[in-house]
C-alpha cells in the first residue's frame, strides 16, 4: 500500500534473519550485486532468481518515496477521517459476506476475525484495486544498496529471489516501493513463510487469489502475536481528571481500575470487566478520542510502526465489527509541522531520541513529551501543545 510503507521498522523487524551477508550497502552497484548474488546461491537460489537479480536496475523513483513520509504528519482525527470512508465499510461489509466461506475457515484456523482481515485489505490497496507499480525486485536492491537503512531491506531480497526462482512469482512482479506484494501488501519473507494456499489450486497467488489473500494475512497476523477472540481495541470515554501518568498503550491496567478513575463505555455506562488489562491510549491528548488498547493492539503495531495508521487499522476493523463512528471530541489545538519540527529540536535538545527531527509525533516523541509534561506539572498525555512548546 502507498501508505503502510511509510513507516517501515515494524514490518522488517519480525522478518526472517539472513546468513552473514558481503558489504551490507553502497560502493560499485555491479560488484555489490555479485555479493549479493554470491549470498542469494549459498541460500538455495537457482539461474532464473539469479538471473532476475542480474537484470534489476537503481529505481530513483524508489529513492524518492523513501525520503518523502508527510502523510504521517496528519493527525489521528484527519487520518482516520480520510482512510475511514463510506466505500471502505460498504465495500468491506460486502466483501465479508461474499467470501464468509474463507472468513470462517481463517477464523477457525488461525483465529483471526474477518474485520481485523478486511481493515487491511481496505487500507492497503482498496480490496486489491491499487497494489503498486513499483518494480519489487530493482526496488528492493535500490534500498539494500542505498546506505540510509540498509538493513530495512536488504533481509527481503533473498526470500524475493527464492519466490521468483521457485516461479511464486515472476521476475518482473510490481507492488509498493519498499517492497510489499499483494493485495494486503505482504512483505517477501513472510509471503515465503506465512503464505497459504487458500482456494486449494496448488498455488500460493497473494495478487490475484482472494482465498489465499485472506488466509494468508489470517497467518501473519497470529504470527505477530494475535490471541484468539480477544479484542483490539475499545472506545471509552474519560473523565476531567485522573492520573493521565498511567495512561499510555503500555501501562496495561485491569478495567476495574480504569473504572474507578472514571473510565466509561461512551454511552456512560460502566466498563464490562472480562479479566483482561488494557492500555488507554489518548492519540490527540486527553480531550480527545480515547481508546481501551488490549494485547491484539500490538499486533497492528507490528504491522506498521505508525501509531496513527496502527490505530486508524484497529478502529476501521471495530467499525467492521459494528462499532458506531468515534466520537472526536475536542482535542486541544496540536502544533504545525515546523512547531512540531521545532519541539523535537529542543528535546533532543534535552538528551532524548526521538529519531529524526522530522515534524511527526512518533512513538519516541510521544515518550518525551510525556516525560517533560511530568517534570513541568502538566497533564501527562503526550499531546504536544503550544504551552508545552513555550514552557519548553
Same mark, same amino acid.
Given at each position: 500500500?502507498?501508505?503502510?510503507?511509510?513507516?517501515?521498522?515494524?514490518?522488517?523487524?519480525?522478518?526472517?534473519?539472513?546468513?552473514?551477508?558481503?558489504? /551490507?550497502?553502497?560502493?560499485?552497484?555491479?560488484?555489490?550485486?555479485?555479493?549479493?548474488?554470491?549470498?542469494?546461491?549459498?541460500?538455495?537460489?537457482?539461474?532464473?532468481?539469479?538471473?532476475?537479480?542480474?537484470?534489476?536496475?537503481?529505481?530513483?523513483?524508489?529513492?524518492?518515496?523513501?525520503?518523502?513520509?508527510?502523510?504521517?504528519? +496528519?493527525?489521528?482525527?484527519?487520518?482516520?477521517?480520510?482512510?475511514?470512508?463510506?466505500?471502505?465499510?460498504?465495500?468491506?461489509?460486502?466483501?465479508?459476506?461474499?467470501?464468509?466461506?474463507?472468513?470462517?475457515?481463517?477464523?477457525?484456523?488461525?483465529?483471526?476475525?474477518?474485520?481485523?482481515?478486511?481493515?487491511?485489505?481496505?487500507?492497503?490497496?482498496?480490496?486489491?484495486?491499487?497494489?503498486?507499480?513499483?518494480?519489487?525486485?530493482?526496488?528492493?536492491?535500490?534500498?539494500?544498496?542505498?546506505?540510509?537503512?540498509? +538493513?530495512?531491506?536488504?533481509?527481503?531480497?533473498?526470500?524475493?529471489?527464492?519466490?521468483?526462482?521457485?516461479?511464486?512469482?515472476?521476475?518482473?512482479?510490481?507492488?509498493?516501493?519498499?517492497?510489499?506484494?499483494?493485495?494486503?501488501?505482504?512483505?517477501?519473507?513472510?509471503?515465503?513463510?506465512?503464505?497459504?494456499?487458500?482456494?486449494?489450486?496448488?498455488?500460493?497467488?497473494?495478487?490475484?487469489?482472494?482465498?489465499?489473500?485472506?488466509?494468508?494475512?489470517?497467518?501473519?497476523?497470529?504470527?505477530?502475536?494475535?490471541?484468539?477472540?480477544?479484542?483490539?481495541?475499545? /472506545?471509552?470515554?474519560?473523565?476531567?481528571?485522573?492520573?493521565?501518568?498511567?495512561?499510555?498503550?503500555?501501562?496495561?491496567?485491569?478495567?476495574? +481500575?480504569?473504572?474507578?478513575?472514571?473510565?466509561?463505555?461512551?454511552?456512560?455506562?460502566?466498563?464490562?470487566?472480562?479479566?483482561?488489562?488494557?492500555?488507554?491510549?489518548?492519540?490527540?491528548?486527553?480531550?480527545?478520542?480515547?481508546?481501551?488498547?488490549?494485547?491484539?493492539?500490538?499486533?497492528?503495531?507490528?504491522?506498521?510502526?505508525?501509531?496513527?495508521?496502527?490505530?486508524?487499522?484497529?478502529?476501521?476493523?471495530?467499525?467492521?465489527?459494528?462499532?458506531?463512528?468515534?466520537?472526536?471530541?475536542?482535542?486541544?489545538?496540536?502544533?504545525?509541522?515546523?512547531?512540531?519540527?521545532?519541539?523535537?529540536?529542543?528535546?533532543?535538545?534535552?538528551?532524548?531520541?526521538?529519531?529524526?527531527?522530522?515534524?511527526?509525533?512518533?512513538?519516541?516523541?510521544?515518550?518525551?513529551?510525556?516525560?517533560? +509534561?511530568?517534570?513541568?506539572?502538566?497533564?501527562?498525555?503526550?499531546?504536544?501543545?503550544?504551552?508545552?512548546?513555550?514552557?519548553?
Amino acid at each position: 500500500m502507498r501508505l503502510r510503507s511509510q513507516a517501515l521498522a515494524a514490518l522488517f523487524l519480525c522478518a526472517t534473519a539472513l546468513p552473514a551477508m558481503a558489504q /551490507e550497502c553502497g560502493g560499485d552497484f555491479e560488484t555489490w550485486k555479485q555479493g549479493v548474488a554470491a549470498e542469494a546461491k549459498a541460500a538455495g537460489v537457482g539461474a532464473v532468481g539469479l538471473d532476475a537479480l542480474e537484470d534489476a536496475t537503481l529505481d530513483e523513483r524508489a529513492l524518492a518515496r523513501d525520503r518523502a513520509q508527510g502523510v504521517f504528519t +496528519q493527525t489521528f482525527i484527519e487520518f482516520s477521517n480520510r482512510m475511514i470512508s463510506a466505500y471502505r465499510l460498504k465495500q468491506g461489509a460486502a466483501n465479508m459476506k461474499k467470501y464468509a466461506d474463507v472468513f470462517a475457515r481463517a477464523d477457525q484456523q488461525f483465529g483471526v476475525q474477518a474485520p481485523v482481515i478486511t481493515a487491511f485489505w481496505a487500507l492497503e490497496t482498496d480490496f486489491g484495486a491499487v497494489q503498486g507499480d513499483f518494480h519489487t525486485l530493482s526496488a528492493l536492491v535500490t534500498l539494500s544498496h542505498d546506505c540510509r537503512r540498509p +538493513q530495512l531491506f536488504r533481509q527481503q531480497l533473498v526470500p524475493l529471489l527464492e519466490l521468483i526462482d521457485r516461479g511464486v512469482l515472476p521476475a518482473d512482479v510490481k507492488g509498493a516501493w519498499a517492497g510489499e506484494i499483494g493485495q494486503t501488501q505482504i512483505l517477501p519473507s513472510d509471503y515465503l513463510a506465512r503464505g497459504v494456499d487458500g482456494d486449494g489450486d496448488g498455488k500460493i497467488d497473494l495478487r490475484n487469489s482472494v482465498p489465499d489473500v485472506i488466509m494468508t494475512t489470517a497467518n501473519k497476523v497470529l504470527s505477530r502475536g494475535w490471541k484468539r477472540d480477544e479484542p483490539w481495541i475499545q /472506545e471509552v470515554r474519560v473523565p476531567d481528571e485522573m492520573p493521565w501518568d498511567q495512561t499510555g498503550r503500555t501501562n496495561k491496567l485491569p478495567l476495574t +481500575q480504569w473504572a474507578q478513575w472514571g473510565v466509561t463505555n461512551p454511552d456512560g455506562s460502566p466498563l464490562v470487566d472480562k479479566g483482561l488489562k488494557a492500555g488507554l491510549a489518548l492519540p490527540m491528548g486527553r480531550k480527545g478520542p480515547a481508546f481501551l488498547t488490549y494485547d491484539n493492539f500490538d499486533v497492528y503495531l507490528e504491522w506498521n510502526q505508525s501509531f496513527t495508521y496502527a490505530l486508524t487499522a484497529a478502529n476501521l476493523a471495530a467499525r467492521l465489527a459494528g462499532a458506531p463512528p468515534l466520537d472526536p471530541r475536542t482535542p486541544e489545538p496540536g502544533l504545525n509541522n515546523d512547531q512540531m519540527k521545532a519541539l523535537q529540536t529542543k528535546l533532543e535538545g534535552r538528551g532524548y531520541d526521538v529519531g529524526t527531527v522530522d515534524g511527526i509525533l512518533g512513538t519516541n516523541t510521544r515518550e518525551a513529551i510525556r516525560k517533560e +509534561q511530568m517534570r513541568l506539572g502538566l497533564p501527562v498525555d503526550g499531546w504536544p501543545t503550544p504551552e508545552l512548546l513555550a514552557k519548553l
